[in-house]
């Protein structure tokens, strides 16, 4: 299996630019999640869906962010506009619903520069 | 509510000694119980995970852990690291059917020659 795909692995912008990071799942899992990642703030769980459809988004820092998942095999972050403090390591991490066996494999991440 | 907390934000070690990672966690339920690795520049890969049955659980590259329920404890060992170990590790615990992980600051593992 190819693992959780991220795109781009990397990414510079400037402040009050709209930015957009894309997430392919693993194949046939049905749970979806988008990670934060900070130094200050560690991990943090932004949004996460079940079956496409977003089930906790209590993360979202703003209504800046925005996330989507049209179908079982993409997902897309946008931040609009974007500021430096946005400054982070965006993971995306799939699930397959098995019960306590469930375990949350992530994707290499994407690092996002606000300048 | 769950909390986790690692108790240490940076160990170093030298090589082919024994470390230990500690992690304590909070919570009114029973949880599930896990240890990620996170090696320069890549996605979070998990180490090991504890569910049940034996409270010793062996994971990937020697590690293993321990589940503790009365002193609320997942400590992470290896009796011998590599160079190859240095790396950040986090704790997370995940209580019931709730999907959500919570996370631990994570430690950072500098293992020198």
């Known amino acids: 299996d190819a693992g959780v795909i991220q795109s781009p692995r990397h990414e510079v912008t400037e402040m009050g630019q709209e930015v957009t990071l894309r997430c392919k799942p693993i194949?046939?899992?049905?749970?979806l999640f988008w990670y934060r990642q900070t130094m200050m703030r560690g991990l943090e769980l932004l949004i996460y869906?079940?079956?496409?459809?977003?089930?906790?988004d209590s993360g979202m820092p703003e209504d800046r962010f925005s996330a989507k998942m049209p179908n079982a095999s993409f997902s897309t972050l946008k931040i609009q506009p974007s500021e430096p403090r946005d400054s982070a390591v965006y993971f995306c991490?799939?699930?397959?619903?098995?019960?306590?066996?469930?375990?949350?494999?992530f994707g290499p991440g994407t690092r996002l520069l606000v300048l | 509510a769950q909390s986790v907390t690692q108790l240490d934000s940076q160990v170093p070690v030298f090589e082919e000694a024994p470390v230990e990672l500690r992690c304590n966690y909070s919570?009114?339920?029973?949880?599930?119980l896990f240890w990620y690795v996170q090696y320069p520049n890549q996605g979070l890969q998990l180490l090991l995970k504890?569910?049940?049955?034996s409270t010793l659980v062996k994971g990937i590259n020697g590690f293993e852990a321990e589940f503790n329920k009365s002193q609320t404890s997942f400590h992470l060992r290896k009796p011998s690291v590599h160079i190859s170990d240095t790396a950040e590790y986090f704790c997370a615990v995940r209580a019931g059917n709730n999907r959500k992980l919570i996370w631990g600051l994570g430690t950072s593992l500098a293992v020198n020659p």
């Open positions: 991490a799939s699930s397959q619903s098995r019960g306590r066996e469930e375990t949350q494999y």
């Open positions: 869906f079940n079956n496409n459809v977003p089930i906790d």
């Open positions: 919570s009114s339920v029973s949880v599930y």
């Open positions: 194949s046939g899992h049905d749970y």
């Open positions: 504890y569910l049940s049955g």
